[in-house]
């Protein structure tokens, strides 16, 4: 069984560096993308970027490339979103997801349960 | 980016109503597009992909059609297990989410 198994809720304050993660098990995780996916308060959903664990490979939206870093360690099969800064916009959920790769785009068809980051001074 | 927009924003149906959904996007994406559902604190679910095909365990009481620029997501007979929140994705290019559409009980 696919599972994402993402790190717990976080309160930081703006300026401050996060890491996140999303622990995948039931699957070969060096064979598939891992992506990460936002959601702020009360709103829809947006794509932030994607990696491929097999050879570190990333890609990022546009709007969120130079604002985080997606990285993964294969050897534990876990895949990381994090922020150097972090600023009061950065307040969400984020969801790790695992992407259907189809060209240029891609659907996710598995997701983890969402780290809650709370930035407030 | 291509953007979609979903219609309507909010809607208010009984058990039992049949229930469509509709996404747009700004040129077309061929078949590409998928749909989820979201309930409250919960992570999304994959519902539908290649804009018909219904993901593993999904109920048949769900469905989409659609290609180009407009499709539509049907629920035949509304459960209670249905009230949430419906998104559209397109993945023609990159992937954009629709606003979503919830679904609240009349």
């Known amino acids: 069984e696919v599972q994402l198994v993402q790190s717990g809720a976080e309160v930081k304050k703006p300026g401050e560096s996060l890491k996140i993660s999303c622990k995948a098990s039931?699957?070969?995780?060096?064979?598939?993308?891992i992506g990460w996916v936002r959601q702020m308060p009360g709103k829809g959903l947006e794509w932030m970027g994607i990696i491929h664990p097999g050879d570190s490979e990333t890609r990022y939206r546009p709007s969120f490339q130079g604002q985080v870093t997606i990285s993964a360690d294969k050897s534990i099969s876990t895949a990381y979103l994090q922020w150097s800064s972090l600023k009061a916009s950065d307040n969400a959920m984020y969801y790790c997801a695992r992407p259907v790769m189809r060209g240029d785009g891609h659907y996710f068809d598995y997701w983890g349960q969402g780290t809650l980051v709370t930035v407030s001074s | 980016d291509i953007q979609m927009t979903q219609s309507p924003s909010t809607l208010s149906a009984s058990v039992g109503d049949r229930v469509t959904i509709t996404c747009r996007a700004s040129?077309?994406?061929?078949?590409?597009l998928a749909w989820y559902q979201q309930k409250p604190g919960k992570a999304p679910k994959l519902l539908i992909y290649?804009?018909?095909s219904l993901d593993r365990g999904v109920p048949s009481r769900f469905s989409g059609s659609g290609s180009g620029t407009d499709f539509t997501l049907t629920i035949s007979s509304l459960q209670p297990d249905d009230f949430a929140t419906y998104y559209c994705?397109?993945?023609?290019?990159?992937?954009?989410f629709g606003q979503g559409t919830k679904v609240e009980i009349k």
């Open positions: 040129q077309s994406i061929s078949t590409w």
């Open positions: 290649k804009a018909s």
């Open positions: 039931g699957y070969s995780f060096t064979s598939y993308w």
């Open positions: 994705q397109q993945y023609n290019n990159i992937g954009t």
